[in-house]
């Protein structure tokens, strides 16, 4: 019997489901199963863990028994996924940053980044839509719904 | 009081001016969202689920049901005029409304379908107020047995019919209740999943993984697919936008067809308008008498599945006031915001909250007449929306999601969560993992854990209580029935053809 060895972003899926659905089992026998009073907190964790990894393990046994299937790439050929991936740079940054430079300087390198580099956009562009971007968030969350958006480097 | 009364309660609370006010924009703005591809009803409830914080529960939950069935109505639009469906829902439509538009006839295709979503939702409005009341009395009887299986099925329902691997659904329905354990435990008082990470003691809020699996999820999504669509070209002028009688007359069966196909999905957990109006178009294609030119442009192909795709949003509401099971993902958002603002969704809403439900109910008649007449000479000029590229619309989607999860408890934390679970939905809806499951299970999951152990304090940790508590065993057979369903297609099938030998 053949099994399909070369490694996929489903097997990788269903293995990491595994070890979690096994990780919340092991952690849940920390927890009481039950008590005087009746089901402890680590039943319903148990349950569920035990249904995570049964599930996963079984899904991974059928799809490693898959041969030759046709399935398209996880990727898009044609390069998109760059700017997803940059996407995801920029909002992380986007997070790390917020607290020190506060949230409208945040906003608007963040704005910077994705018009200017993930999608080339000319320099008009960037200006235009930062300097709306920023402007917006302002009036409508911090003048309108007066929400405490982070300051940082503007003060307290 | 009866039906009428009720009724009549309820239009004094949809006609008040504030609540008109949030009808007339939760359907303007479901339009629009309708209208634009690449966001959908749902990332948009989530996204303003923070601003609802302040609301009256009735004028919420009125301006969310807007947006919802509004939606339905403005996916037809670049179905029918670019051939690129603002919803998953309006996907049927683009087959044959296109190919009308092509053939010079747009305007007839717009308009028989705002007719058909008026005609449909109206009538499955009118379903719910008939069926919804019984269902909540019947659901008086519950005890937490009886919860805890309903809201097993509504779950494996959803994990069912939400992705082609029901091991799927279930791993993430599982993922999702996981995530609401964490936290500190309402009972004994003990952490899990905490780690002394201060942040997680009061649990995680189910708003940051539906921003994350909904809004963020679906922006990087649509990142990857649309590359390359730039602006969109919008025809101006429409002037012939009502059918003709000929259309009417053909109309008139998909109409009906759609609309009971339609409400009867939409009623079901986990199945929604996308679902009905595929089916809504497959029984077309049997029963239909123009079956061999659908696909050619003919009126009842736009009627049938806009009328379903309306029905069905209704009928997921059904479950939703009536049960406190959601029937769509977007109707798990809006029970999330129900338990956000401290109205307790079930049977229970009918007695304790009478002016929200039929507040609600009353405010959807009066919205969709408000669409049809928005929808009819206004849509042209709403379609204009699509001239905004996306490259400018998605980052201030991120932006709303950010801010959104960011005024909830002022938490950095929170945003880092919300990067990981958008980074997570991203992945997951590549892999085919149903993050409506995971989501319904955050929402249902505390409900169904205080059901589990009450019923098991009950029947002093007798696990049979599921089975001679006859309403529970009878939805355990349900669950049975739909988690084996595919098993015992094959099996007939399997069967069949032994027999054929």
């Known amino acids: 019997m053949r099994i399909k060895t070369r490694i996929k972003p489903i097997h990788i899926a269903t293995a990491l489901f595994l070890f979690f659905g096994l990780f919340i089992i092991r952690e849940s026998h920390v927890l009481q199963y039950w008590s005087e009073l009746g089901p402890g907190p680590g039943l319903l964790p148990l349950l569920l863990g035990i249904a995570m990894s049964v599930l996963a393990f079984i899904s991974m046994i059928e799809i490693l028994m898959k041969r030759g299937q046709n399935e398209e790439a996880f990727f898009s050929e044609d390069g998109s996924f760059k700017k997803v991936g940059l996407v995801m740079i920029a909002y992380t940054a986007l997070t790390a940053l917020v607290n020190k430079l506060g949230f409208l300087l945040a906003t608007a390198l963040f704005m910077a980044f994705i018009i200017g580099i993930a999608e080339r956009r000319s320099w008009i562009s960037i200006l235009t839509i930062t300097i709306f971007a920023v402007a917006g968030f302002y009036c409508v969350f911090v003048v309108l719904l007066n929400v405490p958006l982070p300051r940082g480097i503007f003060g307290k | ?501």
């Open chain 2, 1 to 501: 009081m009866g039906l009428w009364e009720n009724l009549l309660m309820g239009f004094s609370v949809a006609l008040l001016p504030v609540n008109l006010l949030f009808c007339t924009f939760g359907v303007i703005l479901g339009t629009l969202i309708g209208i634009l591809p690449g966001i959908g009803p749902g990332a948009t409830l989530a996204m303003l689920l923070p601003l609802t914080f302040g609301m009256n529960p009735t004028s919420a939950m009125i301006m969310m049901a807007g947006i919802y069935y509004g939606a339905m109505y403005g996916g037809s639009t670049t179905s029918i005029l670019l051939s690129i469906p603002g919803e998953a829902s309006s996907v049927m439509t683009c087959l044959d409304g296109y190919q009308m538009a092509r053939k010079g006839r747009a305007g007839p295709a717009l308009g028989m379908a705002a007719i058909s979503s008026f005609i449909a939702g109206t009538l499955s409005i009118v379903a719910m107020m008939l069926i919804a009341i019984p269902l909540a009395s019947y659901a008086l009887r519950f005890g937490p047995a009886e919860y805890f299986s309903l809201m097993l099925w509504g779950l494996s329902a959803v994990a069912y019919f939400q992705s082609k691997s029901l091991k799927k659904g279930i791993i993430m329905a599982a993922f999702g209740i996981f995530v609401s354990t964490i936290g500190v435990d309402i009972l004994t008082g003990v952490g899990r999943f905490t780690y002394d990470v201060s942040e997680v003691l009061d649990g995680i809020d189910f708003l940051i993984m539906i921003m994350g699996f909904f809004a963020i999820s679906e922006v990087l999504l649509t990142l990857e697919t649309e590359s390359g669509r730039e602006v969109f070209r919008v025809p101006l002028k429409l002037r012939e936008l009502f059918p003709n009688k000929q259309d009417y007359k053909e109309s008139f069966g998909p109409i009906c067809r759609g609309t009971v196909v339609g409400f009867l999905i939409g009623v079901l957990p986990g199945t929604g308008p996308s679902i009905a109006s595929f089916l809504a178009y497959g029984l077309e294609k049997k029963f239909s008498k123009r079956a061999k030119e659908l696909g050619t442009g003919i009126i009842g192909g736009v009627a049938s599945p806009e009328g379903a795709n309306n029905a069905a949003a209704t009928g997921a509401l059904v479950p939703l006031l009536s049960l406190g099971i959601p029937g769509s993902g977007v109707a798990a958002i809006m029970l999330g915001a129900l338990i956000m603002m401290k109205v307790r969704p079930g049977p229970f809403l009918f007695q304790e909250h009478p002016d929200l439900v039929w507040g609600i109910i009353a405010s959807m008649y009066i919205g969709n007449i408000m669409l049809l007449i928005i929808n009819l000479p206004f849509v042209p000029f709403l379609a204009q929306i699509l001239r905004i590229p996306y490259y400018i619309l998605y980052p201030f989607i991120l932006l709303f999601s950010f801010v959104g999860v960011y005024s909830i408890d002022y938490s950095l934390f929170d945003l880092w969560l919300l990067l990981i679970f958008g980074i997570l939905g991203y992945f997951f809806r590549k892999l085919d993992f149903p993050v409506v499951a995971a989501v319904l299970g955050i929402v249902l999951g505390p409900m169904m854990e205080l059901a589990l152990r009450q019923s098991l304090i009950l029947s002093r940790g007798d696990w049979t209580i599921f089975l001679t508590e006859p309403i529970s065993a009878f939805l355990l057979a349900l669950l049975f029935l739909t988690l084996s369903s595919r098993y015992i297609k094959s099996i007939f099938q399997w069967i069949y053809s032994l027999l054929k030998k």
